[in-house]
């Protein structure tokens, strides 16, 4: 699939439910609207979704939500899912979590075929993380990723970066990561919905200026196909990753589409522009109908985000939070 500007278009990032049992101030305000169940596809219609992607080339494909994890019986999706890695029809098959309930699902995730998977964890301080998710459950997040250590599940940790919020805790988590074999990526807060809009989005330009006065960081050209740069740090020997949406464009090699929980098709993360895929879905031939529809919409995909066009603090790019869209 390669689209209007000769992207190819190989990793899709499938939301399985935009409902979650946290409540992070840049995702979601503590009385979100979630979408009638009624309108949320069955699990086995996500499956025909990713089973199209895949024979329309898309090599990749990441669960997400909302929190994927507590989507009742996700491990048939993901079964569904891995028989592709196993048959050589897809590379991987990953997930982002926020770790609540890893301890119950990591070995049944290993055993669905999922080798990889994106921790978000934003602090490693119990109030501080209270303050950021709304809840008081780091604990069950680090039993989570003691159980995913112990199913052999590679783990990356994401942190969202926003001014002024548990930054005092960078250096632990950063000597945490690489003690615990854990690449850490920071993504500065990107203004989405109401919730977003409301945070306090910090540059990383200026984290990683302070960051250089006690660690030594040096480039790495690993790219994984995705926005982060990387950084090696000396002193752990671990990755860090910063995705910078803000101040730095990564848009002109997009590998990327996401379909939310309702089976709309969204191009770019940055517009709000969607294709509903549900017409093709119930259909009688829902692979073909769906394929034409995604071949033809395909080659809109906008050129770039517009993020960095307005000020983070007084603009909202998109009127759907993080969540409903499908981070
Ligand atoms: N619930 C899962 C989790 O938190 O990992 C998966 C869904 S969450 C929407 C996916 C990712 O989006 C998380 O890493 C989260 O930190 C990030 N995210 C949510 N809102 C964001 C925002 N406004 N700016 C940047 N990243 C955001
Ligand atoms: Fe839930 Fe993830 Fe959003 Fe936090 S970032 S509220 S864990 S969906």
Redesign the pocket.
């Known amino acids: 699939m390669i689209d209007g500007l000769g992207r190819h278009i190989t990793y899709l990032r499938l939301s399985v439910t935009d409902r979650?049992d946290?409540r992070?101030t840049?995702?979601m305000s503590e009385n979100a609207t979630f979408l009638p169940r009624k309108d949320i596809l069955s699990l086995e219609e996500m499956a025909v979704i990713g089973h199209t992607f895949a024979a329309l080339g898309v090599r990749k494909i990441r669960l997400?939500?909302?929190?994927?994890l507590i989507r009742h019986n996700i491990t048939s999706l993901v079964r569904s899912l891995g028989a592709l890695v196993g048959s050589g029809e897809l590379d991987e098959l990953t997930m982002?979590?926020?770790g609540t309930l890893l301890a119950r699902h990591a070995d049944e995730l290993v055993h669905a075929g999922i080798r990889r998977i994106?921790?978000?964890l934003?602090t490693l301080d119990p109030d501080a993380f209270a303050a950021i998710t709304r809840r008081y459950r780091l604990g069950e997040v680090m039993n989570g990723l003691s159980a995913a250590d112990a199913a052999g599940l590679r783990i990356k940790i994401?942190r969202?970066m926003q001014a002024g919020v548990s930054e005092d805790d960078l250096d632990r988590m950063i000597e945490w990561c690489g003690r615990r074999g854990y690449d850490l990526t920071l993504?500065?807060?990107?203004?989405?919905g109401d919730?977003?809009s409301g945070?306090n989005p910090v540059s990383l330009s200026s984290v990683r200026a302070d960051l250089a006065t006690r660690w030594q960081l040096s480039p790495m050209s690993d790219r994984t196909g995705g926005p982060a740069r990387y950084f090696h740090v000396a002193e752990t020997g671990g990755r860090l990753g910063l995705i910078t949406p803000l101040s730095r464009h990564f848009c002109d090699d997009c590998n990327r589409v996401r379909v939310n929980c309702r089976g709309e098709l969204r191009l770019c993360l940055g517009s709000g522009a969607s294709v509903d895929l549900r017409p093709a879905l119930r259909q009688s031939a829902p692979q073909k109908a769906m394929m034409d529809l995604i071949r033809s919409s395909i080659g809109s995909k906008p050129a770039a985000h517009a993020f960095s066009a307005l000020s983070p603090q007084t603009a909202t790019w998109s009127h759907l939070?993080?969540?409903a869209i499908?981070?």
């Open positions: 979650c946290l992070c840049y995702c997400t939500g909302g929190e994927p982002t979590t926020n994106n921790v978000s934003d994401n969202v993504i500065e807060t990107m203004p989405l919730a977003g945070s939070p993080m969540h499908g981070g």
